[in-house]
């Protein structure tokens, strides 16, 4: 009897692994440029407070995406930037390129937050909900598609790294995304990329502009 036991509770950790390998493996293949070593150059433009974007687009079965890494650095200390990161939804709008509203739909005690957002700029008008997972020992941040939820875009994922630079913080993002047939159109699927890789500089401008008061202490 022992030996079953045992042997049930070897496979219900095997088990256990498996699924979680599962659900962190997207994450982990959106952060592969992660892998390659900053160059000097990106560094020097890092420095100078410019983004950095390293570019991706992938197939992957039925999927068409798009998405990739990029890096800023930001002007507040990584407390500061780790409170913007765990604000409210309505203030996301501001943080993320066109958005038109940010509305939080639940929340766990597992440090676990799903926003739905949508986008309303000329020919986008799209709905979706994202699942955010916080990881405040890392200061770290995951990200899904809720596919339960309604939602126009076909899957999502990615992250969010914060690394204290002095006074400053280096914000490390990587995404990948699907937009779905509608929106994948030429120029259209361009923009739509270059608005994801954007989104560490439309985050800082509000951190250090209109927010700045909000997060530093």
Do not use: C
Request: charged share 25%.
């Amino acid at each position: 009897m022992s030996r079953l036991i045992a042997a049930f509770a070897m496979l219900l950790r095997t088990s256990l692994a498996l699924a979680l390998f599962s659900l962190f493996l997207p994450v982990a293949q959106a952060q592969g440029n992660l892998r390659r070593r900053l160059s000097a150059s990106e560094r020097a433009s890092i420095e100078r407070g410019e983004l950095v974007v390293r570019p991706t687009t992938e197939r992957r079965g039925p999927l068409r995406l798009f998405g990739g890494t990029s890096y800023i650095l930001v002007d507040l200390p990584v407390d500061a930037v780790w409170r913007a990161l765990n604000d409210t939804s309505p203030h996301y709008r501001h943080m993320l390129p066109q958005v038109e509203s940010a509305r939080e739909v639940s929340r766990d005690a597992n440090r676990e937050r799903q926003i739905e957002f949508h986008h309303d700029v000329g020919p986008v008008d799209a709905s979706y909900t994202l699942r955010f997972e916080f990881d405040a020992s890392r200061r770290a941040v995951i990200f899904r598609l809720v596919p339960e939820r309604p939602h126009d875009i076909r899957a999502a994922w990615g992250f969010f790294r914060l690394r204290a630079r002095g006074q400053r913080t280096l914000v490390t993002f990587g995404a990948m995304v699907d937009a779905g047939d509608g929106l994948l159109t030429g120029a259209l699927r361009e923009r739509l990329h270059e608005w994801v890789l954007k989104i560490p500089w439309t985050f800082r401008r509000y951190v250090e502009g209109s927010g700045r008061g909000r997060y530093e202490r």
